[in-house]
């Protein structure tokens, strides 16, 4: 089983749409969760800290649910310049940080 | 004023050869990582060093090696390469005491002919 996984997409959705992207992880020690965003032959960019009491910036909500293990991402209000992959992000190590990447959701969002 | 910069930007190379990236941060930082993105876009770590000494070190073939001069610089050598080793190769950096997430560079783009 992958220590982090997404569902890979591609989701296309309309200007405009409310999408939900869901992640699980395995190891139930990890310590802190993000979500990062990569553009098309860019480097990953931190997008969000997921907390556990749930977060949001701006059209983007964060959720964690330690007893399942699942973090999830909303985006409302879809704008073009979403279309990205999304990486679930967790800090596996209890020690130093070590982020393992889920392989990532790919968002079109078409006009 | 770049954060985590690369060099170089794209490596084209023939098997068998030795080649070498360099990455640099300017952020304060006190580790630094190579994380390698395969042709299935999977971002997976291969070193961390922290303070120029290795903590982290994934299944990585001895081919590898990093070198950490000091703790703004990380360079990743490699020998003897083969076609497996394509990939783009990400050099990131965080304040470890933050638990805040890394910066990443820009990537270098290893294609092994």
């Known amino acids: 089983r992958k220590e982090v996984e997404q569902d890979p997409g591609p989701f296309n959705v309309p200007e405009g749409a409310t999408v939900a992207f869901n992640c699980t992880y395995s190891?139930?020690?990890?310590?802190?969760f993000f979500w990062y965003r990569q553009d098309c032959r860019k480097e990953p960019k931190l997008l969000m800290s997921?907390?556990?009491s749930g977060n949001e910036d701006g059209r983007f909500t964060a959720q964690l649910n330690r007893a399942s293990q699942y973090i999830s991402l909303l985006i409302r209000d879809s704008k073009l310049s979403d279309s990205a992959t999304y990486l679930c992000?967790?800090?596996?190590?209890?020690?130093?940080?070590?982020?393992?990447f889920g392989t990532g959701t790919r968002l079109l969002v078409s006009p | 004023d770049t954060a985590v910069s690369q060099t170089p930007k794209y490596l084209v190379t023939q098997m068998g050869n030795d080649k070498s990236i360099k990455c640099e941060q300017n952020?304060?930082?006190?580790?630094m990582y190579w994380y390698k993105q395969d042709s299935k876009k999977f971002l997976k770590i291969m070193f961390s060093?922290?303070?120029?000494?290795?903590?982290i070190n994934e299944t990585v073939p001895n081919r590898f090696s990093p070198k950490s001069p000091d703790k703004a610089h990380l360079n990743l050598h490699i020998n003897s390469l083969e076609l497996g080793d394509s990939a783009v190769y990400f050099c990131?950096?965080?304040?470890?005491?933050?638990?805040?997430?890394?910066?990443f560079g820009s990537g270098t783009r290893l294609t092994v002919v």
């Open positions: 060093y922290n303070n120029k000494e290795l903590i």
């Open positions: 992000v967790v800090n596996a190590n209890t020690g130093f940080q070590k982020l393992v």
């Open positions: 997921v907390y556990s």
């Open positions: 990131a950096s965080s304040q470890e005491a933050r638990g805040g997430g890394y910066t």
């Open positions: 952020l304060g930082h006190d580790t």
């Open positions: 190891n139930s020690a990890s310590q802190s």
